[in-house]
C-alpha cells in the first residue's frame, strides 16, 4: 500500500517565485525604465562580486552568451572548437552560427563531463593551434576542472569559454587548494550562465557572460546592443549629446529590466538554493543505497550546484522507469540526447560510435526532480515510486 498520496504532478525542474521577487517585479514596471536602465548593471556588479569576477554582462538568454562569446574570440568559419556532446545543444550551435567546426570529446563516465584526458588526446592529434575555442559544460552543476583545462590552453593554444548554465553558486578546489567559484574565469578566458525558468535564478529567460578580460567584456558589450556605442572615448566623432556610431555588426541581445530585477531578487537566494539542492541530493543517495541505481558521484573539495540529479539505470529498465513515474505524476527528464546524435550534426559528418561513453550514458540516465522548493513529501513520493517500480 502506498504510503504517500501526490495528486499534483511533480517536474524535473521548477522555478521558485517568492513575494520578494514579485515585488521586485512590480516596483520595475512602475519605474520610468523598462529596458536599458538601472537594474540591469546592478544585477551585473552584484553577479560579478558574488562570483569574484570583474564583469559581467546580462544578455537575452544564455544561447546569445555563447553566441556573443564566439564573437568576441573571433570565430571563423572553419574554425575548429571543441565542446561536449551531453550538453543541450546551444553549446555547439553559439558557435556554429559563425561557422565554426565542431568537434565533440567524449566524457568521464563517472562526473558526465567532457573528459580531459580524451581532449589531451585530440588537442595532440593535431599541430598546436588546430583547434580555436574548447568549450565544455558544468553539467548537471558539477564544475570541471579549469585549471586543467587553462594548462592545456596554454600548451595547445585555445581559448576557453566554460558554460557554467548548470551551476551558479558551484564552487571547485584547486591545486593550491584555494576555493574557486565557477564563473569566476581565474583559469577560463569567458564564462556563461542562463536565467532558463529551470536554472538557479529564473528570470524567464536571460543570460549572462563573466570574464576578467576588459577587452572581452568590452566586445560582448557592444554586440549584447546592435554594435553600437554613445561611448564619447570610442566615437570616430561627436555631434553632440544624441550621436550614436554603430561600430561592428551586433545583435539585439538585450535583456529587459524587469528579468534583471527578478534575477536580482533571486541571486539573494541562491547560496540557499545550493544548500538545499545538496539536501535532496543527499536524501537521494541514501533513500537508492539498495537499489540497482547509479547515483551521481561527487570528489572531494567540489560543491556540486546540482541543477540536475541524475541517476543511471539499467537500458532495459530506463523507459520502464520513465513512463512509470509520468503514470504517478512524476515527470522526470532524459538529459540530454548527445548532441552529435541529433540530425543536423549527422548532416555536418558526425555520426553514432564517435563519443561511445556519451551514448551509453544516453541510453541509462534519468533526471528525478530536483529543485528547493521540493517538498520531502514530495521527495518521499518520488523515492517510494522508485523503489516500488525496482521491487514489483
Partial sequence: MDKIMINHPISYGHQLITDEDIQAVVETLKSDYLTQGPRIPEFEQNFASYLGVNYACMVSNGTAALHLCAMALDIKPGDKVITTPITFVASANGFRYLGADIVFCDIDANTYLMDLDKLEQILK?????????????????????????HNLAVEFGFKTVIDCCHAPGGSWT?????????????????????????????????????????????????????????????????????????QELG???????????????????????????????????????????????????????????????????????????????????????????????????????????????????LALPMYPSLTNEEQEYVIEKVKTFFGR
Fill in 125 to 149: 592529434s593535431a599541430p598546436k593551434g588546430t583547434y580555436k575555442a574548447v568549450v565544455p559544460v558544468d553539467f548537471a552543476g558539477y564544475p570541471i576542472d579549469e585549471e586543467r583545462l
Fill in 251 to 365: 545583435y539585439n541581445y538585450r535583456i529587459t529590466e524587469f528579468q534583471a530585477a527578478l534575477a536580482s531578487s533571486q541571486l539573494k537566494r541562491l547560496d540557499w538554493s545550493i544548500a538545499r539542492r545538496n539536501e535532496i541530493a543527499k536524501r537521494y543517495d541514501e533513500a537508492f543505497k539498495n537499489l540497482p541505481v547509479l547515483t551521481p558521484f561527487r570528489e572531494s573539495g567540489i560543491t556540486h550546484a546540482f541543477h540536475l540529479y541524475i541517476i543511471e539505470v539499467h537500458p532495459n529498465k530506463r523507459k520502464g522507469l520513465y513512463d512509470y513515474l509520468r503514470e504517478h505524476n512524476i515527470f522526470a527528464q532524459v538529459l540530454y540526447i548527445p548532441a552529435h546524435t541529433m540530425p543536423y550534426y549527422k548532416s555536418l559528418g558526425h555520426k553514432e560510435g564517435e563519443c561511445p561513453i556519451a551514448e551509453d550514458y544516453y541510453t541509462r540516465c
Fill in 174 to 246: 584547486d591545486s593550491k587548494g584555494e576555493k574557486q567559484m565557477v564563473g569566476n574565469c581565474k583559469y577560463a578566458d569567458l564564462s556563461v550562465f542562463s536565467f532558463h525558468p529551470v536554472k538557479h535564478i529564473a528570470a524567464g529567460e536571460g543570460g549572462c557572460i563573466t570574464t576578467n578580460n576588459k577587452e572581452l567584456y568590452d566586445k560582448v558589450a557592444l554586440y549584447r546592443t546592435h554594435g553600437i556605442t554613445k561611448d564619447p572615448d570610442l566615437l570616430t566623432r561627436n555631434d553632440g549629446g544624441w550621436y550614436y556610431e554603430m
